[in-house]
């Protein structure tokens, strides 16, 4: 699952390696000795496994991986920003365009609601 490749899951099972106490969600404690005795299945949550992309994408870049953790690094890359910033350029560019458009078409002739027709003497 998504969460066995977070950054929270990873540094949790670093500390219960090394001999650390980790609290649970529930306000569980969990040791490695704990934890080794739970059922295998529920260690790993076998019985509900959760179906994750087999790719992950950024199409900006189109940059592709099958591990969700290089995506994340990738969302922070000099490549990534780099690229988000030029779109945004472009975009503020096109609607400076587009006010310039705007601004050129001929205005049309409005009538006051208060102007009075044109009579015949």
Do not use: F
């Amino acid at each position: 699952s998504i969460h066995m490749q977070s950054d929270k899951h990873i540094n949790n099972m670093q500390e219960l390696q090394n001999g650390g106490i980790v609290t649970a969600a529930d306000g569980t404690k969990i040791t490695q000795n704990s934890l080794a005795q739970l059922p295998l299945a529920q260690r790993l949550n076998a019985t509900n496994p959760i179906q994750q992309p087999s790719a992950w994408r950024c199409d900006i870049c189109n940059y592709e991986t099958n591990i969700p953790r290089n995506l994340r690094i990738h969302m922070t890359s000099e490549k990534h920003v780099q690229n988000i910033t030029a779109i945004q350029q472009n975009m503020k560019n096109l609607q400076g365009l587009q006010l310039l458009q705007n601004l050129a078409k001929p205005r049309e002739k409005r009538v006051s609601a208060n102007a009075s027709a044109p009579t015949c003497e």
